[in-house]
């Protein structure tokens, strides 16, 4: 099915809809991860088909929907650092933000363990924390706040409305109505691979009574 999305630097979106309909597939298609079969995707004005994968990260991120998905080594705090490997900044100015980042998601105790064998909650604050580190114009997060308790899916939320408020689009799949009534700029509801509704958080909660 044909999908017509146009991102805007200052979107929150909350993508939507029932298990199967394709949310997670439109997220790993954006990121070359699955072939499209038709059409193209625009990033920055720029047909993606032309883009280096290098060119394409240091624009957008992804937090995936399986954490485990995403690690790259062996040990909590280098994976943070692998984040950052490509970023020119001084190697004493990397330790401190992936401290920072430790300190923030309540990994420091495990800082020197295998990614793996951490819970499923702080696997995806691990995962989620890798992405904040490079400051990103575009990130996409799916299920974010999954297995996360109360305190911690509050941080996390505030953490991307203050990324939002400096410029970064968010877009995250989430089937937590609290959370998209309290954050979400803009509801994008998919049904059968398609867009059934594109609008704000208030119109949408209209449109599920029709």
Known sequence: NGITLQVRQDDFIAVVGSNGVGKSTLFNVIFRLHEPQSGSIELMGRDMRDMSDREIYRIMGLVFQNPELQFVTNQVDEELMASLKGEDIPESLKRKRGKDMLERYGLVNFAHESPFILSQGQKRRLSVATMLLTNQRL????????????????ELMDELVRLNRNGTAIAMITHDMALIKRYAKRVLSMDGGDIAFDGSAEDYAAFLQH
């Not at 990130?139 to 509050?154: A, K, M, S, V």
Request: glycine letters at 6%; hydrophobic letters at 25%.
């Open 139 to 154: 990130l996409f997060l799916d299920e974010p706040t999954y297995g996360q308790d109360q305190q911690n899916r509050i």
